[in-house]
């Protein structure tokens, strides 16, 4: 996953939470499109994207999105259960997991 989806994504989650309400349809926006990064991406993209960032400090911006999905158990949760499988499944097939 590309850090600027993540950050967008992050942010967008951040400003519109409130605004969302009950079905969070911006949330699902977000994952589809974080879910779209990683099943349109080759294996040898996301290893050279990991071998880029490996070391680096995360982005003040996306530090703070991550703070937003850990203080908000229940978004969180729900941003883990649409990204989680698909993101996975893709990881495997690129030996990025065992």
């Not at 951040?14 to 974080?34: E, M, R, S, W, Y």
């Not at 779209?36 to 680096?56: D, I, M, N, P, V």
């Not at 937003?68 to 883990?80: C, G, H, N, V, Y």
């Amino acid at each position: 996953m590309t850090t600027r989806v993540f950050v967008i994504a992050m942010l967008s989650v951040q400003l519109f939470v409130g605004v969302a309400g009950a079905q969070h349809p911006l949330l699902d926006q977000i994952a589809n499109k974080v879910v779209q990064k990683y099943q349109q991406s080759t294996c040898e993209q996301l290893w050279a994207e990991r071998a880029k960032k490996k070391g680096q400090p995360k982005p003040a911006m996306e530090q703070e999105a991550i703070q937003t999905l850990r203080s908000d158990p229940q978004l969180s949760a729900e941003f883990i259960n649409r990204v989680a499988a698909p993101i996975a499944n893709k990881m495997f097939q690129c030996g990025m997991i065992p």
